[in-house]
């Protein structure tokens, strides 16, 4: 999972795109970077925080008024400076690309690639897969005469060969800036126009904050091409059937964004009340609610107003401390964990506390949470998770990527109960979950709680793909 943006301004791009990795940051915290073209590419990237990337000096060297920039999440590769994004090629044309997401057949491409082609790929980054496959696919194409049908007809191939989730922006040199979504639409791409400007990002709140408005989704397996004089041309290229993320509402994506017309605040509250329906049956009469802190606050006040119980702040963030999810290993996480979450104990000494979280992956973050309530003098402390026991690798980008990550694959929800120090356990429903995001809708993947992929995947083709995520990691 990271964070893209694209941008074809009047003035300089970068001006916008500096600011719209700033709100996507949420989305990767291990490296940054951007390209812009004026007659030649000018890349800055590197591993860190946006503001850590960045400063005024490299900043006033990326003129044009095309831009792309990207956050990065690794979910491929041990996350080293090789593998930031965006990537550049010279030729056809040349080409600069970001995406965000992940390719299940990352690795037979890249062996398809320096073995075919006779190419060089100097990253383990997916990203610079497909940047190369569009290459080959457009050099198939008669380049003498440009025009966007060119860049439609690769872009057929270079879907073809492509499986798994993918979220692009790129600039092709002296042409105009190119977007595409997978054919699932796995990943959100919201974009807008204003006054003569485009903008695209993973989420509209990138958008938002630029001044944009009357936001626009990339269609599942839509292409879009903007040239110089910013003209808008789109293509449906590859027909699929719609399956976005639903983790992007669960955890991911920040409240203020909507994301394929649902907005993230509204579809916690509904997840909220959902959960409240659960926690009814379990009979339980807390003293207060509180949220594990930030993404679990509106679910969290729907579930309190279900119960007819306070809904209080328990539990205050350090801000300076990163999401603790995304951090790469789970020594780290725990740590942040600790250094992370501080108790107010005038909410929770001598009283039932009920704590409301968005998920369980491992569950040593709960653990630590649960024993942080406890050290503060609470009665009971009950668990409520507005999603579902995750059980599912997830191979489209978020690095849930092996089966043994998952404390729900081989246990109870008892069981978890006791890991995890709870004295009650209570977890939203599938159907519970799908009401309350969608409304009713079904168009999104649940793979991480259902196994229900939507991309064809074998038991041999996850095995493989398990195991080669296990290699790289330790590499």
Known sequence: MCGIIGIIAKGRAIDSIYPGLIALQHR?????????YEQTFHLKKGQGLVTTVFNPKNITRLNGNIGIGHVRYPTIGPGGVEDAQPFVLTVPYGIALAHNGNLVNYFKLKKEIIEKNLRYLNSNCDAEVILNILSIELSKQDLSRFNPDILFDALKGVYEKLIGSFAVVCIVAGKGLLVFRDKNGIKPLVYAQNNGEYAFASESVALDMLGFSDFKDVKPGEAIFIDENKKLFSKQIYEGKKA????????????????????VYEARLRLGEELGKECLKFNIKPDVVVPVPDTARGSAQMVAEVLRVKHREGLIKNRYIHRTFIMPTQEKRIEAVRMKLNVIRSEIKNKKVLLIDDSIVRGNTSKEIIGLIRSAGAKEVYYGVYSPPLKYPCVYGIDMQTRGEFIARNKSIEEIKESIGADILIYQTVEGLINGVGIGDRGFCTACFTGNYPTELNDEFMEEIETDRIKIKRA
């Open 28 to 36: 990767g915290q291990d490296s940054a970077g951007a390209v812009t």
């Open 244 to 263: 976005t993320c639903i983790f992007e509402y669960v955890y991911f994506a920040r409240p203020d964004s909507v994301i394929d017309g649902i907005g």
